[in-house]
């Protein structure tokens, strides 16, 4: 699992690199070498590359679900289709949007490979923080702390969007 994740991410260092695929297309449209390794965009490029089918998978199994009938329903009683796709596409599709969400926030707070290969330097995530700390510094009483408010972020945050769908259904 981990050696083709890793795998993945070196091949977005070549794609991003100064003489890479993504610069050799920027020079032939006549924009020119851009610097995109080490910046904030390509660590944004590789976490959104690495989480996207965690989202996409429970937001395709939601809307396979729904019944193309009320689309139609919705179309035979005059509602455009921006209106149907507001009123009915996207509340069916809420659970899915929540499930792919939990799956992946936690991941995501604690990524400290993608900050370390495709950020640069400066990239400081709270996961890259939390490994600088504990294995470069030696810090563990700074790491310690940094770690329980992650905790604290990782388990309050969750349980205030569970608290708020629910009075939100009690409704």
């Known amino acids: 699992f981990w050696t083709g994740f890793l795998m993945r991410i070196n091949a977005w260092i070549g794609l991003l690199a100064d003489q890479g695929w993504v610069n050799a297309v920027l020079g032939w449209i006549g924009v020119g070498p851009v610097p995109l390794l080490y910046t904030p965009a390509a660590m944004y490029v590789g976490i959104v590359y690495t989480y996207l089918p965690f989202m996409v998978l ?44 939990a799956l992946v926030f936690i991941p995501a707070v604690g990524e400290f490979v993608i900050p370390e290969l495709l ?14 700390e504990f294995f470069n510094n030696r810090d563990w009483p700074t790491a310690s702390a ?10 309050v945050l969750p349980a205030m969007v569970t608290a708020s769908f629910r009075r939100r259904a009690a409704r």
């Open 58 to 101: 429970p937001l395709y199994t939601r809307l396979s679900r729904a019944d193309p009938a009320l689309l139609e329903a919705a179309a035979d009683l005059g509602a455009p289709p921006w209106r149907a796709f507001l009123r009915v596409t996207l509340p069916l599709s809420l659970p899915g949007v929540a499930a792919g969400c």
């Open 146 to 155: 940094v770690a329980v408010c992650l905790l604290a972020v990782l388990v």
């Open 119 to 132: 950020g640069g330097p400066d990239a400081a995530l709270i996961g890259r923080v939390l490994w600088a």
